[in-house]
């Protein structure tokens, strides 16, 4: 058995502006399967927070059960992470998000754990706006028990039991869009040009920002009469438009054409640039996205890139309120501030 | 870019750094897991096919794989290429049964060799196999030239030199020992089919200063005086001893008077201490045996007394370098400084000399008196005689000698049997699949994080009492083991088939050093930069595949592989292999075939 991964990087790897290479967002080597799409997204996830500068311990990655929520294991060695029960990551992450705001959380599931045992808590996460990265790892079976035809398996889609799958598909990004997700994209773990900055913008975006990752499984549901394979991915491919994620403060050296481009300005001064390919669409209009994606279903296309992004978006902790420090700071005194501030909200409500 | 063609012979030899590196192109890696498998007799024998004198060069090479060898280039320091070399020699056991037989029936063809040392003996071992007659003439009693007379027998034990060269000797060469060759014309007049030059470069050079004449007996010319030394003429020398130079002979020099009386003995360059000549390890010997490296001192007279000599005067200098780099050293006004000495030795270089070859017998001489030689076939102007070793392009080492000797070898062959001396074979290569089953490769594909072990010292003050004690003690069995893991097998390459890649990127995700990209092709400075790491090392290749179903191509950059396998391990489809590259020089007959006998 050879599987160790050697320590040695290569001597000239770059540091970001904090000092740190990309080694240093790496995880433990992964156990899943050669050629596995979810590790090309793990990779996506160390390219992004590398770029992005981020520090390790100021992130969290939660996930609940499957292929797709070995991966946090993978990545990020030295960040925060709860492994959850299955289909449960959303509770953890909400009760997470709202203890200590300042941390970025990161999600990972996966289309059994999103789309079947957790559908309930997937979409309450949404509907209170969770400001969370939630990828799901989507490649239509369960990888883990064999291969079964998942809920997003699409109809007359055959995985390696060779039997055609009969039931609709579930669509994660079309639900979002229905639910009123802030932020909703989709992707494909075999094209990092676009899935990095996705993540980055996802990341920088406040709110919550789901990313559908198809993630073909190599051992289970890689066939050529898969919809989920690399070749029929690749060949029904169709993206709403190449995507830059400009971080705040950074000097735009790409020059863009005017026209078919479209600029999307964050809370946090960080710009993401769209060269649209998909005529009749824009990225903050939900009603298109919907239209846009409707269509490219009909005509059997994966339509991938950023969909619908809300720049007006309201966190969790805006609806609620919340104070601006994270609750995991606030002391006794603070939480229980006395018999004297009591009585002056009592006497507020006589 | 284009497509790599990894057909080109050359094109995976040069990713196994070592072996690329050495002259004689000894396959490295081969040897050392041979080593770690404890075939030590099978290890030799790799060695020997290729570089003849494993044992020797096991301590005295000038070791040009070391500094070529990748792990340098991850970590600080290579593998002790050298040192597990010698790990081979001193634990094999009888080889002389592996060695090629040599026919009683003689092919009817004989061939001179002038000069005993490595590059002739490495021409009678290719030849002595395939019924040469074969006469070896040398002006000392023993066999082994430079190697016997140059090297110090603390280097280098006179019963392993023995053995080495008597392997060869023992083939039924006919040896002309106690003969010095005067003349050329009259080796040509004799029945010789094909002559072999391998006289080295025997004249050191002196230094004509004043006071160099009245000087005299006190003052030595290295090469000689070693020589003399290991011939046992020599057995004393003065207290104060002054060594002027800075190659590797005057390590040997400084280090042999510490044993024959020299108390306070001082080496002195007359430029800086970095640019001396010597090998590092050389150095490092010399001072652990409390010798004083003085340097920016230039000798200006030898100071004599009513006859007698006293000690050197030096300048003090300063290097400046030009904006290209080049060097002058310039007088610093510092007052000058005399050291006393009892002798001197003079180790400032040495020369070819041809004074026993008459210049109107065809072979044509041309700049510093060099004898004019074709680069590939070592053949002179006149077609049957030929150069090598330090007589063919002036000094280089031993192995370089060896090297020119197999190519000589082959030149000879070809010409005695009438064929075009550039009519030469191909060099012997194959490319093996190492896998064995899920997660199990025929080599140790795990990469050790040891660093480079020491190799152990005799005493120094039982060292310093004798001459003969080597001082190095070579590895023990588990050091040289342990040594051995270190080695990347960069011979055991990565194969890329283009038609087998779903393009999933696991290859790029898993690479523990960065060196595999999928990207869109494009010129090479270009693509260079835009690799997941900067591919800065030019020296190194960039291995292209062919295009990808989505236009792609596969780059990989040699330069910091670990050769650890995790790419083939991690591919889904098996497009990437792992395979062993086995390049053999074509030797004038086969000796010992690797992939036949010893494969691991």
């Known amino acids: 058995m050879t599987y160790i991964k050697p320590k040695f990087r290569h001597p000239e790897l770059p540091k970001n502006k904090i000092g740190y290479a990309k080694a240093d967002y790496e995880g433990a080597i992964s156990t899943l399967c050669g050629g596995c799409g979810h590790d090309s997204i793990s990779a996506a996830i160390v390219q992004a927070c590398y770029e992005l500068s981020i520090e390790p311990h100021k992130l969290a990655k939660l996930s609940g059960i499957g292929c797709s929520s070995k991966t946090p294991t993978y990545f990020l060695s030295n960040s925060h992470g709860f492994n959850a029960v299955h289909g449960r990551m959303p509770s953890i992450a909400t009760g997470a998000n709202m203890a200590n705001r300042n941390l970025i959380y990161l999600g990972v599931s996966g289309d059994g754990d999103s789309a079947s045992i957790g559908m309930g808590q997937f979409v309450h996460a949404i509907r209170r706006n969770v400001n969370m990265v939630y990828i799901v790892m989507n490649n239509g079976c369960y990888g883990l028990t064999k291969g079964q035809n998942s809920a997003t398996a699409d109809i007359g889609s055959v995985s390696k039991g060779g039997s055609e799958n009969r039931y609709p598909a579930i669509d994660l990004v079309g639900m979002a869009l229905e639910l009123g997700a802030t932020f909703v994209g989709r992707s494909f773990s075999g094209d990092k040009t676009q899935l990095v900055p996705l993540i980055k913008a996802a990341m920088s975006h406040p709110g919550f920002a789901l990313l559908d990752v198809v993630s073909p499984c190599v051992t289970f549901n890689n066939k050529p009469e898969s919809t989920k394979s690399y070749d029929y991915v690749r060949a029904h491919l169709e993206a709403t438009a190449t995507l830059d994620f400009v971080p705040e403060k950074e000097e735009i050296t790409v020059s863009y054409p005017e026209g078919d481009s479209a600029h999307v300005e964050l809370h946090d001064g960080s710009v993401i640039h769209l060269q649209k390919l998909a005529p009749n669409w824009n990225p903050t209009d939900r009603y298109s996205a919907v239209n846009r994606l409707l269509e490219a279903k009909m005509k059997g296309e994966v339509l991938t890139g950023l969909l619908y992004i809300d720049p007006k978006s309201q966190e969790m902790h805006e609806l609620e309120n919340t104070v601006a420090r994270p609750l995991n700071t606030l002391r006794e005194e603070e939480l229980c501030p006395g018999q004297e501030a009591l009585e002056k909200i009592n006497a507020s409500f006589r | ?600």
């Open chain 2, 1 to 600: 870019m284009k497509p790599t063609n990894i057909q080109d012979p050359e094109y995976f030899h040069k990713v196994v750094d070592c072996q690329y590196a050495c002259p004689a192109h000894t396959p490295v890696p081969e040897y050392i897991r041979l080593i770690a498998a404890e075939r030590y007799t099978e290890a030799y024998m790799v060695n020997w096919e290729s570089n003849v004198f494993p044992g020797i060069l096991g301590r005295t090479c000038d070791r040009p794989c070391e500094p070529a060898c990748r792990r340098g280039r991850i970590e600080e320091e290579p593998v002790a290429i050298c040192r597990l070399k010698r790990v081979a020699a001193d634990n094999k056991e009888e080889v002389r049964h592996l060695m090629p037989a040599i026919p009683e029936k003689k092919n009817g063809r004989k061939i001179a060799l002038i000069g005993g040392g490595p590059a002739s003996l490495t021409v009678a071992r290719d030849l002595a196999p395939l019924g040469y007659e074969i006469h070896l003439y040398d002006e000392w009693d023993k066999g082994g030239g430079m190697m016997r007379t140059q090297i110090p027998a603390f280097r280098l034990p006179e019963s392993v030199l023995d053995e080495e060269v008597d392997y060869i000797l023992d083939m039924g060469i006919h040896t002309h020992f106690n003969n010095y060759v005067e003349s050329m014309k009259e080796v040509l007049e004799k029945d010789y089919d094909a002559i072999f030059v391998g006289t080295g470069a025997p004249k050191g050079r002196d230094l004509n200063l004043p006071g160099r004449q009245e000087a005299g007996p006190r003052i030595h010319i290295g090469i000689e005086w070693l020589a003399s030394v290991a011939f046992g003429h020599t057995t004393r020398i003065g207290k104060k001893v002054i060594i002027l130079g800075g190659g590797n002979t005057a390590m040997d020099c400084c280090r042999t008077s510490r044993r024959l009386g020299g108390e306070d003995v001082k080496v002195v360059v007359r430029s800086p201490f970095k640019d001396m000549k010597a090998s590092p390890w050389e150095i490092e010997d010399a001072q652990r045996e409390d010798i004083p490296i003085l340097n920016n001192m230039p000798p200006k007279k030898f100071v004599v007394e009513n006859g007698k000599l006293k000690g050197i005067i030096f300048g003090k200098v300063a290097a400046i370098y030009d904006e290209n780099g080049k060097r002058s050293l310039i007088p610093t006004g510092e007052p000058d400084v005399f050291i006393e000495a009892d002798d001197v030795i003079i180790a400032i270089g040495q020369d070819n000399a041809f004074p026993w070859i008459e210049r109107d017998l065809g072979i044509k001489f041309g700049k510093w008196d060099l004898p004019v030689v074709d680069k590939t076939t070592f053949q002179s102007t006149l077609d049957r005689v030929f150069f090598g070793g330090d007589a063919a392009f002036g000094p280089e080492n031993v192995i370089t000698a060896v090297a020119h000797g197999h190519q000589a070898a082959v030149s000879i062959d070809l010409f005695c049997r009438g064929e075009s001396v550039y009519n030469r074979p191909a060099p012997y290569t194959n490319l093996v699949s190492q896998k064995m089953g899920i997660h199990e490769w025929s080599y140790d594909s795990p990469v050790v994080v040891d660093q480079r072990y020491l190799v152990p010292h005799a005493e120094k003050k039982v060292a310093l009492s004798n001459r003969k004690v080597e001082v190095e003690l070579g590895f023990d069995r588990p050091t040289g083991f342990k040594e051995a893991q270190r080695c990347l097998n960069c011979d055991v390459q990565t194969v890329f088939n283009t038609s087998r890649c779903i393009e999933c990127d696991a290859c790029m995700d898993i690479c523990p050093t960065s060196c595999i990209t999928f990207t869109t092709n494009g010129e090479e400075d270009g693509l260079r930069a835009r690799l997941l790491a900067p591919a800065n090392n030019t020296e190194q290749d960039l291995y292209v595949s062919e295009n990808l179903p989505t236009g792609r191509v596969m780059v990989k950059d040699e330069d910091v592989c670990l050769h650890c396998g995790l790419c083939a391990e991690r591919c889904p489809t098996a497009a990437w292999d792992m395979q062993k590259y086995l390049y053999q020089v074509t030797k004038a007959t086969p000796i010992w075939n690797i992939s036949e006998q010893s494969t691991i």
